[in-house]
């Protein structure tokens, strides 16, 4: 095995920072190191093990899933090209090439997975409330609008999620407006109340998508899409005397911790680039140094990538202050 291509990356022993989110420790830093050492020693246990009979079919399996590479139609027979052009990638392109296949922004991730279950769950008590507080309504005021079966909806939305195998992480936002050809059971609408056909026309452009680690700032946005305006004003047309967080508040709290900048690193690292030895004539052999040299390029980059695991752990933390803010604005008596 080759020792020169491992030689530092073993485990330090040490825990870099500890971060607290939701109530959950977690261990950041050393991420980076410890998994471009596992690609190392699977790369170099491929070789031992395949050394005398290794065929391109094998070769070619192993560099995509190695390397983290899109397959295309075209990919099989360009593959030198392929590994070539990543090769010469400068070294900020073969960070982040890192950062994104080992997930080094978890932490971050993370935090903003614990800002969008406070908003989750705010809003589907939103929706909880209007389905009360339009049932009350009616009833006091004898209407002849149908009012809501709340135990009823859970069930059948819960029923439908399995059936169309949704597995859905908020039953009550998807069901409100859900994918096309389902209906939603549930009732909006009072005859003669403008707000509540408002409401209506602002829940059928909304979309609940769920969330997603690899994408937490978009799918945080889609769900802040929520038209919790327009619930606010269909459940203030029914009664006066209920009362709602400042969202306006919330909104400056988030704009101010987030404000305070935190600097991305800077990478000015610079690669030798070689070409393969005169001597490599197999397609396989310049396929394997390629990689190998990708490899031990990725090592030198160690420095950096605790630089970014920094940046990253920085951020979450200024997000869990966000986190830490919103939870105490949303402490309210009817609406939570």
């Not at 392929?82 to 960070?95: D, F, G, N, R, T």
């Not at 704009?255 to 690669?271: E, H, Y």
């Amino acid at each position: 095995m080759n020792k020169t291509i491992l030689g530092g990356l073993e485990s330090t022993g040490k825990t870099d920072r500890i971060l607290t989110i939701g109530g959950t420790r977690y261990t950041t830093g050393g991420k980076y190191r410890y998994m471009l050492r596992d690609l190392i020693l699977d790369w170099e246990t491929f070789l031992n093990v395949y050394q005398e009979s290794l065929d391109y079919d094998h070769l070619f399996s192993q560099v995509v899933k190695l390397l983290n590479i899109k397959e295309n139609e075209n990919l099989r027979e360009s593959m030198i090209d392929v590994i070539q052009e990543i090769y010469k990638l400068p070294a900020k392109q073969h960070l982040l090439c890192m950062m994104k296949q080992f997930m080094i922004y978890e932490p971050v991730s993370i935090a903003i997975h614990s800002i969008y279950i406070i908003f989750k769950h705010h809003f589907e008590n939103i929706v909880k409330s209007y389905c009360s507080i339009r049932n009350a309504y009616i009833e006091k005021n004898k209407l002849n609008d149908a009012p809501n079966d709340w135990n009823y909806l859970i069930n059948h939305w819960n029923e439908q999620n399995n059936y169309y195998e949704l597995d859905s992480s908020s039953i009550i936002l998807l069901f409100i407006n859900p994918p096309k050809g389902i209906k939603t059971e549930m009732r909006f609408l009072i005859k003669g109340n403008p707000h509540t056909t408002e409401l209506m026309k602002a829940i059928k452009k909304y979309h609940y998508t769920g969330f997603c680690p690899k994408v937490p700032h978009r799918r945080l946005t889609e769900l802040l899409n929520f038209p919790f305006q327009e619930f606010k004003n269909a459940i203030l047309s029914m009664d006066k005397n209920i009362s709602f967080p400042n969202y306006t508040q919330i909104e400056k709290e988030m704009r101010i911790t987030l404000g305070k900048k935190i600097t991305k690193p800077i990478i000015n690292r610079k690669f030798n680039i070689e070409n393969p030895p005169s001597g490599l004539k197999e397609k396989m052999d310049i396929i394997k140094w390629y990689v190998s040299k990708i490899l031990e390029m990725r090592k030198e980059l160690l420095p950096e990538a605790k630089l970014y695991e920094n940046y990253y752990t920085d951020m979450a933390e200024q997000l869990q202050l966000v986190s830490d803010k919103i939870v105490k604005l949303l402490k309210i008596k009817n609406v939570d």
